[in-house]
């Protein structure tokens, strides 16, 4: 079975260009997730899909930052334009329901210069 | 709002020392907890969660609700344990994850 695969493995970028981040889940899971760990910090939960629908977006820091998962396959996560503060690794996860536990993707480190 | 703790950045033990990772959390709820463990260049994995109870590794770790804690334990520690342990908390009404700092453990042979 493959795993939940996240490309670009890294990417640098200068301020205020645009950068899109994506995420393919296991196949047959509906729940996807993006999680982001900022240099120091915490891993924070940005967003969480079922299938193509967003379930909970709380955690998306501001409007620069747009995820979809169109058809409920892979997502992207688009940053637009980029801040220097936008620098970390952001994790993509998937899971088949809501008892299962989280598989993680290898995260996109992100550098924002 | 629910928070999770891990006070100790850094920790180094020698190989067949008794390992200890603290965890404490703050929710006002009944919390699942979970420990993540990261090998170097690997990816974020589950390690174990409260409710299944049981020893991973030679890992195990106690909800203890009155002080509010999740510490990781191992009583002999191996060189293979060495990695960035995160203890996790998830809301039973919601699915997202609230994880604390890590822990960079560091096994010394």
């Known amino acids: 079975e493959a795993g939940v695969t996240q490309f670009p493995s890294h990417s640098v970028i200068e301020k205020g260009q645009t950068v899109t981040l994506r995420c393919d889940p296991i196949?047959?899971?509906?729940?996807l997730y993006w999680y982001r760990r900022v240099m120091g910090k915490e891993i924070k939960f940005l967003l969480h899909?079922?299938?193509?629908?967003?379930?909970?977006e709380s955690g998306m820091p501001n409007n620069r930052f747009l995820a979809e998962r169109t058809g409920g396959t892979y997502s992207t996560l688009k940053v637009q334009p980029a801040e220097l503060e936008d620098s970390g690794v952001y994790f993509c996860?998937?899971?088949?329901?809501?008892?299962?536990?989280?598989?993680f993707g290898s995260g996109t480190r992100l550098t924002v210069v | 709002a629910q928070r999770v703790t891990q006070p100790e950045k850094l920790l180094s033990v020698f190989k067949g020392a008794p390992v200890e990772l603290k965890c404490n959390y703050s929710?006002?709820?009944?919390?699942?907890l979970f420990w993540y463990v990261q090998y170097s260049r690997q990816r974020l994995q589950l390690l174990l969660r409260?409710?299944s109870r049981e020893s991973i590794k030679g890992f195990t770790a106690d909800l203890n609700k009155g002080e509010t804690s999740f510490h990781l334990k191992k009583p002999f520690a191996q060189e293979e344990d060495s990695a960035m342990y995160y203890c996790?908390?998830?809301?039973?009404?919601?699915?997202?994850?609230?994880f604390g700092t890590g822990t960079r453990l560091t096994i010394i042979p």
């Open positions: 409260h409710i």
């Open positions: 899909f079922v299938k193509e629908s967003k379930q909970d």
């Open positions: 196949s047959g899971h509906d729940n």
């Open positions: 996790a908390l998830k809301d039973f009404g919601n699915e997202k994850l609230t």
């Open positions: 929710y006002s709820g009944s919390p699942e």
């Open positions: 996860a998937s899971s088949q329901d809501l008892q299962s536990g989280y598989t």
